[in-house]
């Protein structure tokens, strides 16, 4: 059973993924930003892809048709698969401040077209476990991640801190009983970190 559980998400916590921006841009305001954040977490077709359970052809043929993009699915992947640009500036360091008494760790929602970025990035030698939903089957907000995590990790919902940038999400693992914090950026996670005491002084 590890100690206590600093849990992150990496999108919008320690990595630079907009996918609000571009998405607005690309249905030309079609939709607004609330819309496009939505969009991530309720566009039925992305879940099989991002559980591991289909590949990207399906969600990208589903997304064009009902984003009414005028372009291709291999156009619309290629926006896709760049709207992860790597880590916040700072980050790693951040990290580095965080308190040794704490078991790292990270979950995410991602997929095969995202995750190689972040990789290349070296964030996993900060963490001592990962859990990416493409490869555990579950998605945020589905209250069946964190018990994945949970389980996997032998520890008790209390022992975990969770950070996170979406509200569904921060709210879905409360209601497990983990402790969670709504945080945006790299400045956000900084001043959550030092108010909860979790940075070497």
């Known amino acids: 059973m590890p100690r206590e559980v600093l849990l992150f998400d990496v999108g919008g916590v320690l990595a630079d993924w907009d996918g609000i921006t571009p998405l607005v841009e690309l249905t030309g305001g079609r939709l607004s930003r609330e819309e496009a954040?939505?969009?991530?977490?309720?566009f039925a077709p992305l879940d099989p892809f991002?559980?591991?359970?289909a590949s990207s052809s399906g969600f990208l043929e589903a997304a064009v048709e009902a984003l009414s993009l005028d372009m291709s699915s291999e156009a619309f992947a290629q926006h896709y698969a760049g709207w992860v640009t790597g880590l916040y500036p700072g980050t790693q360091e951040l990290l580095e401040r965080i308190d040794p008494r704490f078991y790292m760790a990270i979950l995410s929602n991602n997929n095969a077209l995202h995750w190689p970025v972040i990789q290349r990035t070296g964030l996993e030698v900060h963490f001592?476990?990962?859990f990416l939903s493409h490869e555990i089957g579950y998605r945020k907000p589905d209250p069946r991640a964190w018990q994945y995590v949970l389980e996997t990790l032998e520890c008790s919902a209390s022992q975990v801190v969770f950070?996170?940038?979406?509200?569904?999400?921060v709210d879905a693992a409360r209601a497990l009983g983990v402790r969670s914090h709504l945080v945006k950026g790299r400045e956000a996670l900084e001043a959550c970190l030092?108010?909860?005491?979790?940075?070497l002084s």
């Open 128 to 130: 001592d476990a990962v």
């Open 194 to 199: 030092e108010e909860e005491g979790y940075l």
């Open 37 to 42: 954040r939505r969009f991530w977490l309720e």
């Open 50 to 53: 991002e559980t591991g359970k």
């Open 163 to 169: 950070l996170d940038d979406n509200p569904e999400c």
